[in-house]
């Protein structure tokens, strides 16, 4: 979509949690325009979404990597079980999340992401960056925080509020490295690459950033996004969804799926930086998330990354005269600051890159 005005750091908008209490009708900057409303039930997915036995692909079980591979070429996600996290564990994670955000907002903003009260950074409590005065705003808060490498860790942007916080994050965080390790490796056997070739690029400066996102009950959840659609600019992502509520949803050939909520399951996918390091031999899925009128929902999402001043582009192994190259060279830091403009003006990053 062209756009002649400039786009630049517009005012700050509100916490949705505070904006939301009592409200009638989201104000005009959430409202969608008409033709990209979400219905206010997707389409239900024509199979059931493919769930992978962890436990099975670490021994190497081939009915499972086929599975895996079915599920990457469908959707480019799928559902993880036997992943070794305890249902009272994922409990006391998706607890410490939820008491966050209970917290009064005056406490909450200290860990706020604006710096001298008016620029916004990634990392902190708040809400994404607004460029134009004409993007539209999604209906959700969220606490951005980079988890790895621990001595990048910021604590002053740790909630001590729940002061179980921090112990659940760390451990929750040494638990998703492990099924995230196990998934990159996957990924390179399925592109014939050795087992270690994506855990390797990942070097010490490599970022994991953890986002927890608070997405408020709203009066009118046709008419606004939770979070409106895009791809993640990460390596891979790793979701922990509130199993109270639904509410992502999955683009595939141009129709939106509900994704069904299956409690003590993660789940995993694939982002831009694996579709452009894959050559598009994995996709990155294009996703949104819908709100609810009675129910607020949570989620906690990791984000893989790489070291930010790293190239990356698609790999000479996937690169030949009959599959040429499919995307430009870029780097984490420059993809990522691209995510954050496209995702405000409603277009997706990865069409950027593509040749
Ligand atoms: O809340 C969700 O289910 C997904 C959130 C998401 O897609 C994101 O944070 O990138
Ligand atoms: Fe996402």
Redesign the pocket.
Known sequence: MADAEPWKTVKIPPIVQELATGMQEPPSRYVIAEQNRPTAAGFEMPDPIPIIDLSRLSANCADEVAKLRSALEKWGLFLAVGHGMEQSFLGEVMGVAREFFKLPLEEKQKYSNLVNGNEVRIEGYGNDMVVSEKQILDWCDRLYIIVEPENRRIYSLWPTQPPSFRDILSEYTVRCRKIANLFLQNLAKLLDLHEDYFVNMFDENALTYARLNYYPNCPKPDHVFG?KP???ASVI?I?FIDDNVSGLQLQKDGVWYNVPIVPNTLLV?VGDVMEIMSNGFFKSPI?R?VTNVEKERLSL?M?YTMNPEKEIEPLSELVDEKRPRRYRKTTTNDYIAKLFETFARGTLAIDTVKI
């Open positions: 979070m895009h791809t993640d992502t979701v996918n996703h998330v999402v984000f």
